[in-house]
């Protein structure tokens, strides 16, 4: 009877009566009551298996994307514009994060161009090092972009609130690995990400991590270059700082000032909690040279060194070579990058399923009420653009893997051993 109220759940009882009919009744189209070899009869348990999946996918495909496809759980943080919180898709149960964006917080800032510039650079990009877009949709009062979940918090945690600050080298050289593969299918679709920091490094459950927040990531036309003074105060480039002309420098500068941080446990030219003004950290970044203490070994000194080259021209990674480059220096010599961009390295921390990365929701700021603001029909076209359901292949993934495969192994080992 509860079925019955809801629309959603009408169509699926009507699907499942039509599956109960096809599969049970003699007068089935399917029914077979022998079959001449018994391959044969697991030939059409596989293809009519197919076809149960294939209108399991079809109905799912043309269900619409609302709050009401999931579930929403706990906060996990809070982005620019709104909050993350955890959600589930109701109908494969998959875990995602929701990045909530609130329609009158982004009118007030004028945030239209950068928040639908994010939703689509995410669009473009398929990695295993950067979070994907799965779904993009809108409430009375939010935007909501729905992402890979990343339940083993961020690198800022983990190298400020686990102990003693930085990690050994050989964890900083796997996360930096990990980075480099990220920025490499990044530039190869012309995105320079520019706001590496480690507070944008989130970690999975497994340990491997990826970049978030492309917010100030945009795309380079072919053959051109581009300048803007973006980024956060002490991982800028020096170009970037002198609002240069620039294509992908700013992110190997980025991954110099991580490596350096992750293992020295603060930053290139900012101590921890150091009150200096920003024009100082600017200066330093400019002008003065980093230090290095006993918890670098010369390779790691070697590739901080290169990295944060002052000229963009004699920084590693600058030449057309890119991301090869890097990779091939020293410091990577015991990484297989074809094993790891397969996720096939075990990465050198596990997040405790039981432990919660983060800090404590209670002392997440609250955001306050936007006021002076005032949703009208001219917003609809900014909304149109940026609110387009399901993206393709995370989509797919989730539907296609939890079951399909799973189902169509097993007839076809049982096929073979017939």
């Known amino acids: 009877q509860y079925c019955d109220t809801k629309p ?14 096809v599969w049970f009744l003699n007068t089935s189209y399917f029914f077979l009551d022998t079959h001449p070899h018994p391959s044969l ?10 076809c149960l999946f294939f209108f399991f996918f079809l109905s799912l495909s043309l269900q619409p994307v609302t709050k009401n496809t999931f579930r929403h759980y706990r906060v996990l943080g809070k982005g ?62 939010a935007l909501c972009l729905v992402l890979t979940i990343m339940n083993g918090g961020d690198l800022k945690f983990h190298i400020y609130n ?28 012309r995105i320079v990400y520019r706001d590496l920091k480690p507070e944008n490094i989130l970690l999975d459950d497994r340990g491997h991590i990826r970049i978030s927040d492309l917010g100030l990531a945009v795309q380079i036309p072919e053959g051109e270059t581009i300048r803007g003074r973006v980024g956060t105060v002490g991982y800028m480039a020096p170009e970037v700082i002198q609002n240069e002309s620039y294509t992908f420098s700013p992110d190997w500068w980025g991954l110099g000032c991580l490596i350096f941080e992750m293992i020295q446990g603060q930053s290139p030219f900012r101590r921890r909690k150091e009150r200096v003004k920003r024009e100082e ?30 000229d963009p021209k004699e920084r590693l990674g600058y030449q057309g070579r890119g991301a090869v480059q890097v990779k091939q220096h020293a410091i990577f010599k015991n990484i297989n990058f074809k094993r790891l961009e397969a996720n096939m390295l075990d990465p050198p921390f596990i997040p405790d399923p ?6 404590d929701v209670l002392d997440i700021e609250q955001f306050s009420t936007v006021k002076g603001v005032n949703l009208d029909p001219t917003d609809d076209d900014f909304y149109s653009k940026f609110v387009t359901g399901s993206v393709s292949i995370p989509w797919q ?5 939890p079951c399909l495969f799973s189902a169509v192994t097993e007839l076809v080992l049982r096929m073979c051993t017939d």
């Open 162 to 189: 686990m102990g003693n600050s930085g990690f050994d080298e050989q964890r900083a050289i796997f996360y930096a690995a990990e980075i480099c593969c990220g920025l490499e299918d990044l530039h190869r679709e």
């Open 281 to 310: 950290v600017d200066r330093r970044v400019r002008e003065d040279q980093e230090e290095y203490s006993e918890k670098f070994s010369e390779e790691a000194k070697d590739i901080c060194r290169l990295l944060l080259a002052k």
């Open 80 to 141: 620019g514009f709104g909050e993350v919180c955890a959600c589930q898709v109701r109908a494969t149960g998959k875990m995602y994060a929701c990045k909530k964006l609130e329609k009158k917080r982004v009118k007030k800032r004028k945030g239209e161009a950068m928040a639908l510039n994010e939703k689509r650079i995410l669009e473009k990009v398929n990695s295993n090092f950067v979070v994907s877009l799965a779904y993009a949709y809108e409430t009375k009062d």
């Open 8 to 21: 959603e759940l009408r169509r699926c009882i009507e699907f499942m009566d039509a599956v109960v009919k």
């Open 354 to 359: 039981r432990a919660v990365y983060c800090k």
């Open 41 to 50: 009869s697991l030939s059409l348990s596989l293809a009519f298996s197919l």
């Open 397 to 401: 993934n989730e539907v296609l893997q």
